[in-house]
């Protein structure tokens, strides 16, 4: 009896814990949503760096849609660094002459954390603007962002999937808006530190300032969110996500099962070295309610009984979890996909708890690399 009462009692709480973490992000989102800034008419000199890796597939279109943005052409230059490609990315980005420059990632270096570092070293902007070479922003990309560049020492700009053709695609879909949209509340909030490296902007003077990447550039991953922990630290930094449809990137999701999970536990890998200890607790807190399902799946084959308490404990977590996604979702215009999410709801449930166990053991693979 004791025992038991003890299950409800710790299965209560962290029932509390999820929902008013859910919640407090659902609000964050409104904060942001309800937020009006005045967009400035200033336009500093911008810097695009963007690292490349065997990209020449990818290229044409990114340098197409960075010619056709409205910013004054004279505000802005292309930095595209090869980070020692094997294909043909390097002489494309050359060949593409007017503000675009090529440069070459030095002999003994690699990873993106290099190219970047590189590159800015070679950037003459005030402000530096990085997205990845397989990216599409739209033609106001650059002015939507720097609209809001004069009361902001870190831009997180927004996301979002395209080309969604499969069950795999609706799935990562669906993750992604839910990241996004913690993304933008966390930011609203000041609860942690959040973003995606597809879209972020920086001074050029502060990436110097807390010198670069030094002290997670031995990392494979997390050249976006430890380096906006570095600048959100410093005493008057200002950390906004731009929520304007104009600075929206668009992305290709994953092709494949296979190659999601691998692209998801790298991006995992990096949460135990978050200096941010706000958001790995918040993460370890989701992790352990996520797993707690599967545990309770398994006692479901010795106790029968214990059926409907999974079974209700899912739909109530897609209930408290789709409040908070569906605005979201209505933002990047991707409304129509919410019906899939309560089916999505149990193989959601699983891999959080796979890709959280294994993204903190062993190594993966990137770009044709062994990485740790």
């Known amino acids: 009896m004791i025992g038991w009462g003890l299950f409800w009692m710790a299965w209560a709480l962290m029932w509390l814990a999820y929902a008013f973490l859910i919640d407090f992000y659902r609000h964050g989102w409104k904060v942001g949503e309800s937020a009006r800034f005045e967009p400035s008419a200033h336009q500093p000199a911008v810097s695009v760096v963007v690292a490349a890796r065997n990209e020449a597939a ?37 060949a593409a002459g007017g503000n675009v420059r090529a440069v070459q990632s030095p002999a003994g270096t690699e990873g993106k954390k290099a190219a970047l570092t590189f590159g800015i070293g070679q950037a003459t902007g005030d402000w530096i603007v990085a997205t990845d070479a397989d990216c599409v922003p739209g033609p106001g990309w650059l002015s939507g962002m720097m609209a809001y560049a ?15 053709r499969s069950f795999c695609d609706r799935f990562q879909t669906l993750d992604f808006i839910t990241l996004q949209g913690i993304t933008a509340a966390s930011v609203a909030t000041g ?41 959100a630290i410093r005493k008057g930094a200002s950390v906004q996500y731009v929520r304007h449809p104009d600075a929206i990137v668009h992305t290709d999701p994953a092709p494949g099962w296979r190659a999601f999970w691998k692209q998801r536990v790298r991006w995992a890998s990096k949460s135990a070295h978050y200096d941010d200890k706000r958001i790995f607790w918040a993460l370890l807190m989701v992790y352990f309610f996520n797993l707690h399902f599967v545990v ?42 919410l019906p899939w999410f309560p089916l999505m709801q149990p193989l959601h ?24």
């Open 58 to 94: 990818n290229l044409p279109r990114l340098l197409a849609v960075l010619r056709a943005q409205d910013y004054p052409a004279e505000s802005f230059e292309v930095l595209l660094v090869d980070d020692h490609s094997e294909d043909g990315t390097y002489a494309l980005a050359a």
């Open 150 to 164: 004069d009361d902001a020492t870190f831009l997180a700009g927004p996301v979002r999937y395209h080309n969604i």
């Open 349 to 372: 449930i699983l891999y959080t708890v796979l890709v959280g166990a294994l993204s903190q053991v062993g190594k993966y693979e990137w770009k044709g690399r062994r990485l740790r």
């Open 296 to 337: 309770l799946a398994a006692w479901c084959f010795g106790n029968p009984q214990l059926l409907g308490l999974l079974i209700g404990g899912i739909l109530l977590k897609t209930v408290v979890e789709i409040r908070f996604l569906a605005p979201v979702a209505r933002f990047f215009g991707q409304q129509h996909l």
């Open 191 to 231: 609860f942690h530190s959040m973003c995606n490296g597809a879209n972020l902007a920086y001074p050029r003077r502060l990436f110097n300032e807390v010198g670069g990447f030094a002290g997670v550039d031995r990392l494979a991953s997390g050249d976006d969110l430890l380096l906006m922990h570095k600048i």
